[in-house]
């Protein structure tokens, strides 16, 4: 099996933007969590200094990693100071719960745009 995570750090008015983006490519498999942190900007008027953003995180095979990392990518750019990350990660096994069966990386696609 060769299945990646993808993890997106990115401002929260992205959010519609990246889902439209990924819709478009039939993918419609991920998780969203509220997080805070700091990178380039700092957040001078909090206490903290943390910046509220969204982390999404989606599983993909091997062969989809890349494109989907530049499909959020691009749909998160606004060419500003705090714009966030992306990463691709190795997921050793991988297991839905609702059949107690290990997941296949066939089960990860997505639809390929001649614009690609």
Same mark, same amino acid.
């Given at each position: 099996?060769?299945?990646?995570?993808?993890?997106? !750090?990115? =401002?929260?008015?992205?959010?519609?933007? #990246?889902?439209?983006?990924?819709?478009?490519?039939? !993918?419609?498999?991920?998780?969203? +969590?509220?997080?805070?942190?700091?990178?380039?900007?700092?957040?001078?008027?909090?206490?903290? +200094?943390?910046?509220?953003?969204?982390?999404?995180?989606?599983?993909?095979?091997?062969?989809?990693?890349?494109?989907?990392?530049?499909?959020?990518?691009?749909?998160?750019?606004? =060419?500003?100071? =705090?714009?966030?990350?992306?990463? #691709?990660?190795?997921?050793?096994?991988?297991?839905? #719960?609702?059949?107690?069966?290990?997941?296949?990386? =066939?089960?990860?696609?997505?639809?390929?745009?001649?614009?690609?």
């Amino acid at each position: 099996m060769s299945l990646k995570k993808i993890t997106a !750090i990115f =401002d929260e008015l992205r959010l519609s933007n #990246i889902e439209d983006a990924l819709r478009k490519h039939s !993918i419609t498999g991920y998780t969203i +969590h509220n997080t805070k942190g700091r990178g380039a900007y700092a957040d001078n008027y909090n206490k903290n +200094h943390l910046s509220p953003h969204l982390q999404m995180d989606i599983y993909s095979s091997d062969k989809y990693a890349s494109k989907v990392a530049k499909i959020i990518v691009d749909a998160a750019y606004a =060419d500003a100071e =705090d714009e966030g990350l992306v990463s #691709i990660t190795p997921v050793d096994e991988l297991f839905w #719960i609702r059949t107690k069966q290990l997941a296949q990386e =066939d089960e990860f696609t997505m639809l390929e745009l001649e614009n690609d």
